[in-house]
Nanobody, 123 residues
Framework: QVQLVESGGGLVQAGGSLRLSCAAS????????MAWFRQAPGKDRMLVGN????????YYVDSVKGRFTISRDNAKNTVYLQMNNLKPEDTAVYYC????????????????WGQGTQVTVSS
């Protein structure tokens, strides 16, 4: 069983930056692929991006490409989401997720989820 705890959310002005962290415990971190999702009020949970087990391969949705970066430190059992040039439309609850399967863009393929952290971007 993998437990995930996100941190680093908050309120930021448009154009600002935030770095989210997701600390994992209860399993072998290097055995799971990781992803960040977000959910805005009244909307479905959507993929932001993901990263494979080694950290050498990442994927981002078009709306965050060039602004967001996912990385992981397997020695620290932590995955990060660096968010730059934030926009009001990035406002959402951000979740990290883990899968023991191949890293995936599909929310249903993720087995473990954090509790989420709120990111609010003011205009």
């Amino acid at each position: 069983q993998v437990q995930l705890v996100e941190s680093g959310g908050g309120l930021v002005q448009a154009g600002g930056s935030l770095r989210l962290s997701c600390a994992a415990s209860g399993g072998t971190f290097s055995n799971v692929a990781m992803a960040w999702f977000r959910q805005a009020p009244g909307k479905d949970r959507m993929l932001v991006g993901n990263i494979n087990r080694s950290g050498y391969s990442t994927y981002y949705v078009d709306s965050v490409k060039g602004r967001f970066t996912i990385s992981r430190d397997n020695a620290k059992n932590t995955v990060y989401l660096q968010m730059n040039n934030l926009k009001p439309e990035d406002t959402a609850v951000y979740y990290c997720a883990a899968t023991r399967g191949p890293y995936s863009t599909y929310v249903g393929n993720y087995d473990y989820w954090g509790q989420g952290t709120q990111v609010t971007v003011s205009s």
